[in-house]
């Protein structure tokens, strides 16, 4: 479906681009893709896009890691954070604490042992019947309830994370609950919208303060589809001025996935002339 969707969406989206941007289609001087980490059905129909107009437009193509471009979203618009910092990477694929040495040197401190932090807030949603992805769903949900249902937070790596213990002990306590009162979803659902997703930010926040703390670096960011989470905003902003840190959220355009994040990320490997050949395919997995 999500490949069919990329198949029938591609041609308009160029256009509606080019529209806003007042360009014409020659006016392209190179062409930004990236071949994965995601979907491969995706990532075939993005990557046989960026190969035809760099064919037929006589254009350098450019390949861009999807990691990468999250973390590059930072430079999409002002304030942008100096290097290094830190950016926690949350998205529906990878959790991630990178550390961001310049647009071109990255290294991983932790990330997660299994699923990622997205993938708890979809796989809670479909515990709760709610649609996909239910990440802003129960964003909204929990903004009508309070944290009141508490659940463990897992015992692993100082920067890494773990998020299938959680579904777990989130699925018990659901059956538990449901065979005292087959209603108890539905009257608790925001309680435990907030619930869960405050034990899940929880869990990235004091991540961040432990890197924080690590590395010395206090310029912080947060990227990914989960950073468009209103709890993890507003929490970030004010755990960062108790620990004195500049920090960064990009706007909600830039969190979750975005054409504009791989042509910032695109840019800065133009500047180095840094080109792929039509030899690149998409890959479902990639290194970092
Ligand atoms: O970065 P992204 O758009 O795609 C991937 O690279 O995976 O992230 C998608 C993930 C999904 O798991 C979705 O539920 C989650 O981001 N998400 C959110 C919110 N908006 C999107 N999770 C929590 N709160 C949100 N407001
Ligand atoms: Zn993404």
């Given at each position: 479906?999500?490949?069919?969707?990329?198949?029938?969406?591609?041609?308009?989206?160029?256009?509606?681009?080019?529209?806003?941007?007042?360009?014409?289609?020659?006016?392209?001087?190179?062409?930004?893709?990236?071949?994965?980490?995601?979907?491969?059905?995706?990532?075939?129909?993005?990557?046989?896009?960026?190969?035809?107009?760099?064919?037929?437009?006589?254009?350098?193509?450019?390949?861009?890691?999807?990691?990468?471009?999250?973390?590059?979203?930072?430079?999409?618009?002002?304030?942008?954070?100096?290097?290094?910092?830190?950016?926690?990477?949350?998205?529906?694929?990878?959790?991630?604490?990178?550390?961001?040495?310049?647009?071109?040197?990255?290294?991983?401190?932790?990330?997660?042992?299994?699923?990622?932090?997205?993938?708890?807030?979809?796989?809670?949603?479909?515990?709760?019947?709610?649609?996909?992805?239910?990440?802003?769903?129960?964003?909204?949900?929990?903004?009508?309830?309070?944290?009141?249902?508490?659940?463990?937070?897992?015992?692993?790596?100082?920067?890494?994370?773990?998020?299938?213990?959680?579904?777990?002990?989130?699925?018990?306590?659901?059956?538990?609950?449901?065979?005292?009162?087959?209603?108890?979803?539905?009257?608790?659902?925001?309680?435990?919208?907030?619930?869960?997703?405050?034990?899940?930010?929880?869990?990235?926040?004091?991540?961040?303060?432990?890197?924080?703390?690590?590395?010395?670096?206090?310029?912080?960011?947060?990227?990914?589809?989960?950073?468009?989470?209103?709890?993890?905003?507003?929490?970030?902003?004010?755990?960062?001025?108790?620990?004195?840190?500049?920090?960064?959220?990009?706007?909600?355009?830039?969190?979750?996935?975005?054409?504009?994040?791989?042509?910032?990320?695109?840019?800065?490997?133009?500047?180095?002339?840094?080109?792929?050949?039509?030899?690149?395919?998409?890959?479902?997995?990639m290194d970092f």
């Open positions: 479906m999500a490949s069919r969707q990329h198949l029938s969406n591609i041609i308009p989206v160029i256009e509606v681009a080019l529209k806003d941007a007042n360009m014409n289609i020659r006016d392209v001087y190179a062409t930004a893709f990236t071949p994965g980490p995601g979907l491969l059905g995706s990532l075939i129909v993005g990557v046989s896009m960026a190969k035809a107009l760099a064919l037929s437009l006589d254009i350098p193509l450019i390949e861009v890691h999807h990691m990468h471009a999250h973390v590059l979203a930072h430079f999409a618009e002002a304030p942008r954070p100096e290097f290094p910092f830190i950016c926690l990477t949350v998205s529906g694929g990878h959790t991630q604490i990178v550390l961001v040495k310049s647009y071109y040197d990255m290294e991983i401190l932790g990330s997660t042992i299994d699923d990622a932090a997205g993938e708890a807030f979809d796989k809670t949603g479909k515990m709760l019947g709610l649609d996909y992805p239910a990440g802003p769903i129960i964003d909204k949900l929990a903004q009508k309830g309070v944290p009141k249902f508490k659940f463990p937070e897992p015992q692993v790596g100082p920067l890494d994370f773990s998020f299938s213990g959680l579904k777990t002990s989130i699925l018990y306590f659901l059956q538990k609950e449901m065979a005292k009162n087959p209603h108890f979803i539905n009257e608790n659902l925001n309680d435990i919208c907030s619930s869960v997703q405050n034990t899940i930010i929880h869990i990235l926040i004091g991540k961040l303060i432990k890197a924080s703390e690590m590395t010395g670096i206090k310029n912080i960011g947060i990227a990914g589809g989960v950073s468009a989470n209103s709890q993890l905003r507003q929490t970030l902003t004010e755990v960062g001025k108790k620990h004195n840190w500049h920090t960064f959220i990009p706007s909600f355009a830039y969190c979750t996935d975005n054409a504009g994040m791989i042509g910032v990320a695109g840019y800065y490997k133009y500047l180095r002339g840094e080109f792929t050949d039509q030899n690149v395919s998409p890959l479902a997995r």
